[in-house]
């Protein structure tokens, strides 16, 4: 029994003098002034892990179109679709101001959504079925004055979204348009 304490304590001994050597070569390692292959290639391997995760965050933060150039068109990261509506009805919101402030009916009935309603200033109930039927109304029954300053007062970036949509303007004209399930944005309802 004697001889087997006495060979354990021999083996722990010797399992502490080479843990510690071992332990000592690294700390030598470590302040000598030429790091170790190990330390070499786990240096280069987070300098590529770095400058990959660095282009990555180069390419999302300015997403290119073919020509080399941002804007419309371009395809959506992850980070802007986590962004929620809020970057695409602000863009919507604002296409709908150039339209009106340019009084452009071809424009502005592209952002419809058909059958639209268009409650003219005299409170007549015209409901739109088609481009044609808005093309037919005389710009400035549908681009009115009091409509046109509330929505050129609109401050696109707190814009939000309800259940019956996005609201653009105050008291009784404003321009109300929703999300389609499919994403699509369109106006249903003119307010003059």
């Given amino acids: 029994m004697l001889k087997k304490k006495i060979g354990l304590f021999c083996f722990a001994a010797v399992f ?3 843990l510690a ?38 390419e999302k933060a300015a997403p ?3 020509m080399g150039q941002s804007g419309p068109g371009t395809e959506i990261t992850e980070e802007e679709e986590s962004a929620g509506p809020g970057k695409k009805v602000e863009a919507f919101a604002e296409k709908i101001q150039e339209a009106v402030a340019d ?4 424009a502005f009935g592209d952002l419809l959504f058909y059958p639209c309603i268009l409650i003219t200033g005299d409170g007549e109930t015209i409901t739109l079925s ?7 109304q ?19 970036v707190s814009l939000k979204m309800t259940d019956k949509g996005v609201v653009m303007g105050e008291g009784t004209s404003k321009i109300t348009f929703q999300e389609r399930s499919d994403g699509s944005l369109g106006i249903t309802e003119i307010r003059e």
């Fill in 130 to 136: 088609n481009q044609e039927d808005l093309l037919k």
């Fill in 103 to 106: 009084r452009d009916l071809q």
């Fill in 138 to 156: 005389n710009p400035d029954m549908v681009f009115g004055d009091d409509l046109m300053v509330a929505v050129a007062n609109v401050d696109t």
């Fill in 16 to 18: 502490v003098v080479v």
């Fill in 64 to 66: 290119e179109d073919d």
């Fill in 21 to 58: 050597a071992g332990c000592g070569r690294k700390g030598a390692a470590d302040l000598s002034s030429s790091p170790s292959e190990a330390a070499k290639s786990e240096t280069a391997a987070v300098k590529m892990e770095k400058s990959g995760t660095e282009e990555k965050a180069d």
